[in-house]
């Protein structure tokens, strides 16, 4: 076992996350989009797994993440699903998906909870979505809400900037968090907003808030695992840190492959048969 990896066995629930809250633990998050990587990061100890819409770009290569489809999602959330003993695993509900009416962000999340097996959902918004949230909780389907730079609006925001950062912002976010937790949601993200803020809020709520670019008054962080292993290597914002150069790790084992290849020392006398 790695000498990092967290020797904690049991299954994380939502009920968890709000126990890790009550006792000033923090909760660590990560995305995943594909069954090999999902089973390294759920034997490493992590809390939550994201199946993020976040795919569309490091998975896809999109540029935004509305082009994700409902099918899409619940592909890369069924991969996970199949790996993990113990992380929460939560599915991104895609743009489109939820925000027409309470009926169709219903069936979405059932279609999410049925077909891939992961065990709670994600919607970005605040005030606008409150119904779909009530009406998905009250199927018994847990709600992570997701408050601050919501990348499914980039067309109204113009930029992945900071949000919240005027008086009026920050009230409507904060009023929008109180409203979330009403409604049920067991977690709220808050995605690039002023650290103060951020701690504000956390302190304000009984949820857990998981922050990204949120500074670390929140009560757990997240980071999209190419982001942070480097394999996203054109991507370096300000809060993000880089736990291993991953990118160039493959570039160069990939390198060492391939002139193997060309100078015929691979495969040797005992790689063959
Ligand atoms: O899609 C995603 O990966 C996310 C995280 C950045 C929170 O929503």
Known sequence: MSTNTIDDKRKVTTIRLA??????????????????MAKLIDEAGMDVIL??????NVMAGYSS???????AMIYHASCVVRAVKRSLVV????FGTYQCDSQRALDSAIRVLKESGAEAVKLEGGEEIIDSIKRIVNAGIPVMGHLGLTPQSINQFGTYNVRAKSEAEAAKLKADALM??????FAIVLEKIPASLATEVSQMLT??????????????????????LGINQGFSPKFLRRYAETGEIIKDAVGN?????????FPNESEQY
């Open 19 to 36: 126990q890790m809250k009550a006792n000033g633990e923090k909760i660590a998050m990560l995305t995943a989009y594909d069954y090999s």
């Open 51 to 56: 199946v993020g819409d976040s795919a569309a």
């Open 65 to 71: 993440t509305l082009p994700m489809t409902l099918d």
């Open 91 to 94: 599915c991104d509900l895609p």
């Open 180 to 185: 979330l937790q009403e409604a049920g949601c």
């Open 207 to 228: 949820i857990p808030t998981i922050g990204i670019g949120a500074g670390s008054g929140t009560d757990g962080q997240v980071l999209v695992m190419q982001d942070m």
């Open 257 to 265: 492959y391939i002139s193997d290849v060309k100078s015929v020392s």
